[in-house]
């Protein structure tokens, strides 16, 4: 009796085995997410290299903000416009963090890459790193946001940001035909950042009313810091009609600071054409007067083209500058809430 007892503890102890090893693949897709093929990193954005086998291409990809789903967005699109070709991707994630974005671009140096899509955290800062890649005869694909030293850089592609941050300045001037003041939340050390804060200033400065720019603060490109610098600047001034956010993500965290203050007189003007701020374009009491959208796809897609065209000495344009154009209310079901355009 004790022998059959033993053995079916034996075998329910084998099928609890067999059990756990299967319930790793079951559930939806995204349950069981898996690294695209031709990529490699581990939990914080950097190479695996158990297994390295050689490919012809080697390309390294540094954004801003790894977490922010613009520069996701944008690898995605650089991977699906780099197609079948025998490649592997480095990705590392900055945090936006400039120094430690310089010491993984040299990691990224060392392991080998041809070229390089590179967002500047800091577009000063990135000089020491672009000299490193030019010396170690890494191609420097400039994407999304410009660096100082372009003299170092092989090609560039980005949007029309002074063109963008001029929109949101015309479509105040029509909402607003009385003048007001306005909050602007920048990032200093983005240069597309602030090529958009100009032209949304000159835009302001051709107002046949007037406008003053009574504070303006910078968020770091970020959520947390739009928040706060957004409470402090209501709280010093509370008579103010718009607020200018440099991009998506700081846009939501003055549109958070306007819900908690219960401020629904203040509109708020965002750069990207995010997901976040097209939801809240379709809510009806929102105070998203509008965003100027670009594509992260389109501009992926294209910097995996010249790339590929520079790594195989085929002509290629230096400079690509992406459409860019008013996303509101009216017309924000024509592109969708859910992704990027």
């Not at 219960?262 to 374009?281: M, Q, T, W």
Request: glycine share 8%; proline share 3%; with cysteine.
């Amino acid at each position: 009796m004790k022998k059959r007892t033993w053995s079916v503890i034996i075998v329910l102890a084998a099928c609890l085995v067999v059990l756990a090893a299967c319930k790793k693949s079951v559930g939806t897709p995204e349950d069981n997410a898996t690294a695209n093929e031709n990529t490699e990193t581990d939990a914080e954005g950097e190479e695996d290299t158990s297994e390295e086998e050689e490919v012809k291409y080697k390309f390294g990809f540094s954004g801003i903000d790894m977490q922010n789903p613009y520069f996701i967005t944008l690898e995605s699109a650089v991977k699906e416009g780099l197609g079948d070709e025998d490649y592997r991707m480095i990705t590392k994630d900055p945090g936006s963090d400039p120094d430690l974005q310089n010491q993984q671009i040299q990691e990224m140096i060392d392991e080998g890459i041809d070229a390089i899509f590179l967002s500047p955290v800091d577009w000063e800062k990135i000089s020491t790193s672009l000299r490193a890649l030019k010396d170690a005869g890494v191609k420097i694909i400039n994407v999304d946001t410009q660096v100082k030293e372009s003299e170092y850089v092989d090609a560039y592609v980005g949007s029309d940001n002074q063109a963008a941050g001029y929109l949101c300045g015309k479509d105040l001037i029509e909402r607003c035909p009385d003048g007001g003041n306005v909050l602007i939340l920048e990032s200093t050390t983005m240069n597309s950042v602030n090529d958009r804060i100009t032209g949304f200033e000159k835009a302001l400065s051709s107002a046949e009313v007037g406008f003053e720019i009574v504070d303006r603060a910078d968020a770091d490109g970020q959520f947390q810091k739009a928040l706060d610098e957004t409470k402090e600047m209501l709280d010093a001034h509370p008579e103010i009609t718009a607020i200018m956010c440099g991009n998506d993500q700081i846009a939501v965290g003055a549109i958070t600071a306007l819900n908690l203050a219960e401020r629904k007189d203040i509109i708020v003007y965002g750069i990207d054409g995010s997901p976040d701020i097209k939801k809240e374009l379709v809510k009806k009491d929102s105070v998203v007067a509008g965003t100027v959208a670009q594509s992260p796809i389109h501009m992926g897609k294209d910097a995996a083209k010249i790339a590929l065209a520079i790594l195989k000495d085929n002509e290629y344009e230096p400079e690509t500058y992406e459409e860019v154009y008013m996303i509101n209310s009216d017309n924000v079901e024509m592109y969708g809430v859910d992704g990027w355009q």
